[in-house]
């Protein structure tokens, strides 16, 4: 089998948990801030569009309140200005003012003004909370709401087009009747759409509806008719006049004619603002409300006349399958094995690669779930690739042990335990021999067989596991002193006949660990092990031992104190040593520590290992990364 396939819960599990977890973030909607300001940023990045033709804004600025208006503007200024906005025959004026009672002198005046065109839309408050009336001398085709419709995060995004009063009664908004006024000229009237029948289409153009789930929405309330609005690229998407400079007569007549006039306040005193990340040149996001419905007028007028598209989404389940697939995107590149540095810069370039495509998407006005995928793609190819490549690390390491494995037991096989199996077969078994020779020899025959078992089963068990010689497993990860102990015991056990007679005066102390790794404490048991195993074979005649492992100071000891005949004497030069002791050498040097074994009086031998708790964080660290 596939070993790929054999170890899939390895392999995409994870990831798969990883893209889950980012799907389910989604579905509880706490994504939709960030995709949010991802997709203003996306909108107000775009390159500038032109200056649209057919809407124009006449702003009430503050220093038209401070020196001729003052505020609210008067029902006779306000007829005045009407009246003077008439004279270069716009299609349709509309008043984004409140204007349901008579302010200051004129309300005749303003009354008979407004009556006297069809073409002047006034605006009114429709939501039940704060219901503001249209003014009482439009007639119904001429008012329209202005109810904006805000997110959670108090940004406008979406532009209420059609809902119905408290009484059920449908009513249409400030900009559709405005729209509407401007299209009739040319003969083209409000209808149901063709592809959804509940929404609105004038001409060719359908205008999509907002639904719960469009784009990053979750489950948002999608109450009356709703649409995205693809505001007008740039700083200055609509040519602006002040009251003062229309009053003053000084305009070019084709900034008005046959054009949508919006008349609105910009006056910061007003606070009439709404917020909106995705117009470009504001700061701090506040947009006259009055500039809001021209961004709603021109993009339906846009749509109908040159094409503009609106704003268009992915299906729901889209959106989940191109997050899926860029985590299983993620998911590969964490198993395709390389350098860091390399892996980095694959994951930067695709990462922008898909940045980029977003962001090209929306210039040609396609939202796509820009947060989530690139989230599942980055987090599977960047957390996912250090755990991979240490898998294939690991799988590689043992690869090759057990190849060492195979190659050592074949030459064992081989050489050693072929002349000892030729020697006990060549020696009868009524042949006299020195005392428990043959049964000792018999002894190191099994041992020598055993060692590939051992060696293999120590591959295979946990990184956290020491195996001794005689197969038995001890857990690393418990504290050192008992580590020690259990070594110890089996040890002991292993030779239960040497150590029966043998007087034993044993210490065993808890020891500061904290700074070892596992691989030094695996060194650690081995080399109690091995020292005991020498007094086995070297110190004969021992009747006492004495082991101690404690701490000592700031230092930790290791000490093991025989009383053998056949060990190191005062008079001999110290061992050069074999593997055992360079193994122990080379221990002390790893951890910072010293390792002496030296003849005591009058006989005996005492191997000692004594090294620092506290090693320098340089010599700690240079440890650890020798380790991997």
Same mark, same amino acid.
């Given at each position: 089998?596939?070993?790929?396939?054999?170890?899939?819960?390895?392999?995409?599990?994870?990831?798969?948990?990883?893209?889950?977890?980012?799907?389910?973030?989604?579905?509880?909607?706490?994504?939709?801030?960030?995709?949010?300001?991802?997709?203003?940023?996306?909108?107000?990045?775009?390159?500038?569009?032109?200056?649209?033709?057919?809407?124009?804004?006449?702003?009430?600025?503050?220093?038209?309140?401070?020196?001729?208006?003052?505020?609210?503007?008067?029902?006779?200024?306000?007829?005045?200005?009407?009246?003077?906005?008439?004279?270069?025959?716009?299609?349709?004026?509309?008043?984004?003012?409140?204007?349901?009672?008579?302010?200051?002198?004129?309300?005749?005046?303003?009354?008979?003004?407004?009556?006297?065109?069809? &073409?002047?839309?006034?605006?009114?408050?429709?939501?039940?909370?704060?219901?503001?009336?249209?003014?009482?001398?439009? +007639?119904?085709?001429?008012?329209?709401?202005?109810?904006?419709?805000?997110?959670?995060?108090?940004?406008?995004?979406?532009?209420?087009?059609?809902? %119905?009063?408290?009484?059920?009664?449908?009513?249409?908004?400030?900009?559709?009747?405005?729209?509407?006024?401007?299209?009739?000229?040319?003969?083209?009237?409000?209808?149901?759409?063709?592809?959804? %029948?509940?929404?609105?289409?004038?001409?060719?153009?359908?205008?999509?509806?907002?639904?719960? &789930?469009?784009?990053?929405?979750?489950?948002?309330?999608?109450?009356?008719?709703?649409?995205?609005?693809?505001?007008? %690229?740039?700083?200055?998407?609509?040519?602006?006049?002040?009251?003062?400079?229309?009053?003053?007569?000084?305009?070019?007549?084709?900034?008005?004619?046959?054009?949508?006039?919006?008349?609105?306040?910009?006056?910061?005193?007003?606070?009439?603002?709404?917020?909106?990340?995705?117009?470009?040149?504001?700061?701090?996001?506040?947009?006259?409300?009055?500039?809001?419905?021209?961004?709603?007028?021109?993009?339906?007028?846009?749509?109908?006349?040159? @094409?503009?598209?609106?704003?268009?989404?992915?299906?729901?389940?889209?959106?989940?399958?191109?997050?899926?697939?860029?985590?299983?995107?993620?998911?590969?590149?964490?198993?395709?094995?390389?350098?860091?540095?390399?892996?980095?810069?694959?994951?930067?370039?695709?990462?922008?690669?898909?940045?980029?495509?977003?962001?090209?998407?929306?210039?040609?006005?396609?939202?796509?779930?820009?947060?989530?995928?690139?989230?599942?793609?980055?987090? &599977?190819?960047?957390?996912?690739?250090?755990?991979?490549?240490?898998? /294939?690390?690991?799988?590689?390491?043992?690869?090759?042990? @057990?190849?060492?494995?195979?190659?050592?037991? &074949?030459?064992?096989?081989?050489?050693?335990?072929?002349?000892?199996?030729?020697?006990?077969?060549?020696?009868?078994?009524?042949?006299?021999?020195?005392?428990?020779?043959?049964?000792?020899?018999?002894?190191?025959?099994?041992?020598?067989?055993?060692?590939?078992?051992?060696?293999?089963?120590?591959?295979?068990?946990?990184?956290?596991?020491?195996?001794?010689?005689?197969?038995?497993?001890?857990?690393?990860?418990?504290?050192?002193?008992?580590?020690?102990?259990?070594?110890?015991?089996?040890?002991?056990?292993?030779?239960?006949?040497?150590?029966?007679?043998?007087?034993?005066?044993?210490?065993? /102390?808890?020891?500061?660990?904290?700074?070892?790794?596992?691989?030094?404490?695996?060194?650690?048991?081995?080399?109690? /092990?091995?020292?005991?195993?020498?007094?086995?074979?070297?110190?004969?005649?021992?009747?006492?031992?004495?082991?101690?492992?404690?701490?000592?100071?700031?230092?930790?000891?290791?000490?093991?104190?025989?009383?053998?005949?056949?060990?190191?004497?005062?008079?001999?030069?110290?061992?050069?040593?074999?593997?055992?002791?360079?193994?122990?050498?080379?221990?002390?040097?790893?951890?910072?520590?010293?390792? @002496?074994?030296?003849?005591?009086?009058?006989?005996?031998?005492?191997?000692?290992?004594?090294? +620092?708790?506290?090693?320098?964080?340089?010599?700690?660290?240079?440890?650890?990364?020798?380790?991997?």
């Amino acid at each position: 089998m596939n070993p790929w396939r054999s170890n899939w819960k390895i392999n995409i599990l994870p990831g798969l948990s990883i893209t889950g977890l980012i799907i389910l973030t989604r579905l509880l909607g706490l994504l939709q801030p960030l995709e949010w300001k991802v997709f203003d940023l996306s909108l107000r990045w775009r390159p500038a569009e032109t200056t649209d033709s057919r809407v124009t804004i006449v702003t009430l600025t503050e220093d038209d309140i401070q020196t001729v208006l003052g505020y609210p503007i008067t029902d006779r200024a306000l007829a005045e200005l009407v009246q003077t906005i008439q004279t270069y025959k716009p299609k349709a004026i509309g008043i984004d003012i409140f204007r349901d009672q008579p302010v200051g002198e004129g309300f005749e005046e303003l009354t008979d003004t407004l009556q006297a065109f069809d &073409n002047v839309v006034g605006i009114y408050r429709i939501d039940e909370d704060v219901t503001i009336p249209p003014p009482p001398m439009l +007639p119904e085709e001429q008012v329209g709401f202005a109810d904006a419709v805000l997110d959670k995060d108090g940004f406008l995004r979406r532009s209420l087009l059609g809902t %119905a009063d408290a009484k059920g009664n449908y009513r249409f908004a400030f900009t559709v009747q405005l729209v509407s006024k401007y299209l009739a000229a040319d003969g083209i009237i409000l209808e149901n759409g063709i592809q959804d %029948a509940e929404t609105m289409r004038f001409g060719p153009a359908e205008i999509p509806r907002f639904w719960p &789930n469009t784009g990053a929405y979750i489950r948002e309330a999608a109450g009356g008719n709703q649409t995205l609005i693809n505001f007008r %690229a740039g700083t200055q998407p609509f040519t602006k006049l002040s009251y003062q400079t229309l009053m003053s007569g000084q305009v070019d007549a084709s900034l008005l004619q046959d054009r949508v006039v919006l008349v609105g306040y910009t006056a910061e005193s007003v606070k009439d603002f709404v917020s909106s990340g995705a117009i470009a040149g504001t700061n701090p996001s506040l947009v006259p409300g009055v500039e809001i419905q021209a961004h709603a007028i021109s993009q339906i007028l846009s749509a109908v006349l040159d @094409q503009r598209p609106f704003l268009k989404t992915l299906p729901d389940g889209l959106d989940y399958i191109l997050i899926m697939g860029a985590g299983l995107l993620g998911l590969a590149l964490a198993h395709w094995r390389r350098k860091p540095l390399g892996h980095l810069l694959i994951i930067v370039i695709v990462g922008s690669t898909g940045l980029i495509l977003s962001y090209g998407l929306m210039l040609v006005s396609w939202w796509v779930p820009t947060v989530p995928i690139v989230a599942a793609f980055l987090l &599977n190819a960047a957390v996912l690739y250090p755990f991979y490549q240490a898998q /294939e690390r690991l799988r590689s390491k043992l690869y090759e042990r @057990q190849i060492l494995i195979n190659q050592t037991y &074949n030459t064992i096989h081989n050489g050693p335990l072929q002349t000892l199996a030729s020697m006990l077969s060549r020696w009868p078994l009524e042949e006299s021999a020195p005392a428990k020779m043959r049964e000792e020899l018999q002894v190191l025959n099994q041992e020598l067989r055993g060692v590939y078992d051992t060696m293999r089963q120590e591959m295979l068990l946990s990184t956290e596991t020491l195996v001794l010689s005689g197969q038995q497993t001890i857990d690393l990860q418990q504290p050192l002193k008992e580590l020690l102990q259990e070594t110890y015991q089996i040890t002991l056990e292993r030779h239960r006949d040497f150590f029966t007679s043998i007087i034993r005066i044993i210490s065993f /102390e808890p020891m500061d660990d904290t700074q070892l790794s596992i691989d030094q404490k695996r060194d650690l048991g081995r080399f109690l /092990e091995e020292t005991l195993l020498n007094v086995t074979k070297y110190a004969k005649s021992t009747t006492r031992l004495k082991i101690e492992c404690r701490q000592e100071g700031d230092y930790n000891l290791i000490r093991i104190v025989d009383n053998g005949k056949d060990g190191l004497t005062k008079s001999t030069s110290p061992i050069q040593g074999g593997y055992g002791t360079k193994q122990a050498e080379t221990l002390a040097r790893n951890l910072g520590g010293q390792f @002496q074994r030296t003849a005591m009086d009058p006989q005996g031998v005492c191997c000692q290992l004594r090294w +620092p708790i506290r090693q320098s964080l340089w010599w700690h660290w240079v440890n650890r990364w020798a380790a991997q």
